[in-house]
Every structure is written in C-alpha cells, then in structure tokens.
Nanobody, 119 residues
Framework: QVQLVESGGGLVQPGGSLRLSCAASGIIFSIDPMGWYRQAPGKERELVAAITSGGSTNYADSVKGRFTISRDNAKNTVYLQMNSLKPEDTAVYYC?????????????WGQGTQVTVSS
C-alpha cells in the first residue's frame, strides 16, 4: 500500500521559516508530479507548489519568491522550504503525489501537517 508521510509543521512567528518534508513509501514505480496543497479554515484547498520528476516547478502567486519546492527522486521525497512566512500562510498543508504503482497511476494524499504563523 502506497502512503505519504509528512513532517515539519509547527508554530512560527511572522517572518520565520519552516521546512516541510513528505516521503512516499510502498510499491512505487514512479511519481509525477509531487506537490503541496494547503487548506485554511473556511477556505477551499489550494495548490501551493508542484514539481515534476524532471524538476519543473509551479507556484501559487501568493508564495512565489518565498517558498521553494524540491524533491529527491531516489528517496521519493518532496520538500517545501517556506521563508518569510505570513499569518495568511496559516493552514493545514497536504502533500500530494501521482504514483504509478505498477497497475496504474493514482493520486495519493498525506495526512496533513499544521502550519501556524503567529506572534
């Protein structure tokens, strides 16, 4: 069974930094793309950033220049470096990956990790 395990959330002051990690495990032939979404209270889940296996990236306008997504293909892991955090970045962050498990491809979600930006 394929699963995603996230880590790295927490409480940080405005202007601070956090790094999220998400590791995929199970029977995995390939993963493309991998990404991070977030959902704030009362709002819809939105794409934060995504990255292909070749390294092409896509960011939400609200995080461009502050967040950086990267991945380690050998470890089936994706990272999100978040700098200059703002209170409006407060949300539950979810990892997402489209995984080829040998019998097809399906999207998989992590359990979510809380990021709170507050003084």
């Amino acid at each position: 069974q394929v699963q995603l395990v996230e880590s790295g959330g927490g409480l940080v002051q405005p202007g601070g930094s956090l790094r999220l990690s998400c590791a995929a495990s199970g029977i995995i032939f390939s993963i493309d793309p991998m990404g991070w979404y977030r959902q704030a209270p009362g709002k819809e889940r939105e794409l934060v950033a995504a990255i292909t296996s070749g390294g092409s990236t896509n960011y939400a306008d609200s995080v461009k220049g502050r967040f950086t997504i990267s991945r380690d293909n050998a470890k089936n892991t994706v990272y999100l470096q978040m700098n200059s955090l703002k209170p409006e970045d407060t949300a539950v962050y979810y990892c997402n990956a489209h995984i080829d498990y040998g019998l097809g491809t399906r999207p998989v979600w992590g359990q979510g990790t809380q990021v709170t930006v507050s003084s």
